[in-house]
């Protein structure tokens, strides 16, 4: 599925890097605590979180995830923009709680990584 | 090829400065994506960690055609018990740490995981070093 197709799913808005949004993904992650994302191997990946702030972008930077949905509208602050911008990662904002994205993602046969 | 960084204490925005840069190099010396992956990761926990327990610290990359040595001295409240603070889900963290999304004990383990050989000595009152060494050639483990 392409990323295009899923923020259709969950209301998404992107905030960075549009030119990516045909990019397909394949699996899917829903967390808070970075540490948890960084024991991933897996890649082509898309990271799911209600956590705002500056590590996250860090960390996808780290675990080579190129897109990140922030759940319930979470304000994504300029800092954390031109990060995602210098490492190309996709950043979308939804209204949806993190078990409703989950639930619709799941639905489309996007792959849960555990 | 020889790098020092150094990183201040309680500053969270830089968190990731170094490992970044680091992964800029592995990817002009071509290092193989997995390898370089676990370097990284590895890094970045390390640079949490001085982020997160420590008052200031210092980061020494050594590359050399066989492998990458990874030294981060910190000056700190040092480590009581590392066989503890080895164990996952065992935690000194403040909430502050827990707000950025770490803290929840992993962080120790994860850097073992992630790296060929991983040596910690520490003095409680004085600080830690942490010592990791990953080789760079994908036969080369």
Known sequence: MTIKEMINKIDGRVICCEDRLSSTIEYAFASDLMSDVLTIEKENLVLITGLANLQVIRTAEMSDIYCIIFARDKKIGGEMISLAKENNIILIESPHSVFYISGEIYKTGIKPIY | ?141
Do not use: C, W
């Open chain 2, 1 to 141: 090829m020889q790098f020092r960084h150094k990183i201040a204490g309680g500053d969270f925005a830089k968190a990731g400065n170094v490992a970044s840069s680091v992964k800029k190099v592995l990817r002009q010396l071509n290092i193989d994506h997995a390898i370089s992956k676990r370097i990284v990761i590895a890094l970045y926990e390390g640079e949490v960690n001085v982020v997160a327990h420590a008052y200031s610290g210092i980061i020494d990359i050594d590359i050399d055609e066989e492998k990458i040595k990874i030294t981060i001295a910190d000056k700190g409240p040092g480590i009581e018990d590392i066989e503890k603070a080895m164990v996952e889900g065992f935690s000194t963290a403040t909430a502050q740490v827990r707000e950025m999304g770490f803290g929840a004990g992993m962080g120790l383990s994860n850097m073992k995981k992630n790296s060929d050989s991983m040596k910690i000595t520490s003095v409680v009152g004085e600080g830690t070093i942490v010592e990791l060494i990953n080789y760079i050639q994908p036969d080369a483990r």
